[in-house]
Nanobody, 119 residues
Framework: QVQLVESGGGLVQAGGSLRLSCAASGNIFNVNAVGWHRQAPGKQRELVAVTTSSGSTNYADSVKGRFTISRDNPTNTVYLQMNSLKPEDTAVYYC?????????????WGQGTQVTVSS
């Protein structure tokens, strides 16, 4: 079993910064990708940023140049540095970890952390 615990959310004014952390524990192996998604009220969950086992990263167009995803492999922790925050960034942010092998894939989610950006 794998557990993901997010932290670092909170209330910040527009233009401010936050850093989210996601600590993974448990039986972790064959990690394919780790990333952050978010869900605003009344909207579908969307990808924010992802980093793969090959080291590549991908960001939603709406956060490019403002958010940075990074990972610390020895501690199984992934971070999301969020700068120049906007009110439209307000959402619950979820950490996601995907493990995969030949003919199987498992996806795990954290419980989410609230980010609120005031104008």
């Amino acid at each position: 079993q794998v557990q993901l615990v997010e932290s670092g959310g909170g209330l910040v004014q527009a233009g401010g910064s936050l850093r989210l952390s996601c600590a993974a524990s448990g039986n972790i192996f064959n990690v394919n990708a780790v990333g952050w998604h978010r869900q605003a009220p009344g909207k579908q969950r969307e990808l924010v940023a992802v980093t793969t086992s090959s080291g590549s990263t991908n960001y939603a167009d709406s956060v490019k140049g403002r958010f940075t995803i990074s990972r610390d492999n020895p501690t199984n922790t992934v971070y999301l540095q969020m700068n120049s925050l906007k009110p439209e960034d307000t959402a619950v942010y979820y950490c996601n970890l995907v493990m995969s092998g030949r003919q199987w894939e498992r996806s795990y989610w954290g419980q989410g952390t609230q980010v609120t950006v005031s104008s």
